[in-house]
C-alpha cells in the first residue's frame, strides 16, 4: 500500500490548492490509470501566534534583541526575510506557514541546536523572556 500525506489549503469555498502540487503529482504516477484512491480530509492547527511569535521575534530576533540569531555578528548583515530563508534552506523546509504546531517546534528546535553547535550561542527559551 502506498501512503503520503500533502497538506493543501481550502481557498474560494470549496475549492482546495494543493501547496505542493509538483510532489503530489509526481505521487500519484506511482498508480495506474483506473485505481481506486481513497482521500482523507483533516484539519491541521497550524503553528500557534506564540510560536510565530518567538520564531520572528527571539529566534530571527534582530541586531538589538541579545539571545537572538540576528545579535551574532555571524548573521548580522542578514535581514529577517533573508535569513529565514537561508535556515529553510540549511533544513531544507519548502515553507514554513504550513507547519503543524509539533512540526514548527520540532524546526525551531533544530535551529537552536544548530545555533549552540555552529554558532556557540544560546538563544533564549521562551521561558527565559
Known sequence: MKLKSFKAVVEGGYEIRILNRESFDKFLNNFEEG??????????????????????????GSPSKEGSLMS??????????????????????????????????E????????AAEFAGMYIKEPEDL
Open 35 to 60: 485505481t481506486m484512491l481513497e482521500l482523507v480530509v483533516k484539519e491541521i492547527e497550524n503553528r500557534t501566534q506564540l510560536q510565530n511569535s518567538y520564531y520572528w521575534g527571539q529566534v530571527i
Open 107 to 114: 524546526y525551531i528546535n533544530k535551529i537552536i541546536r544548530w
Open 72 to 105: 551574532n555578528e555571524m548573521f548580522q548583515g542578514y535581514t529577517k526575510q533573508e535569513l529565514h530563508e537561508a535556515l529553510k534552506e540549511k533544513f531544507d523546509v519548502k515553507s514554513t506557514a504550513g507547519m503543524e504546531q509539533e512540526e514548527f517546534t
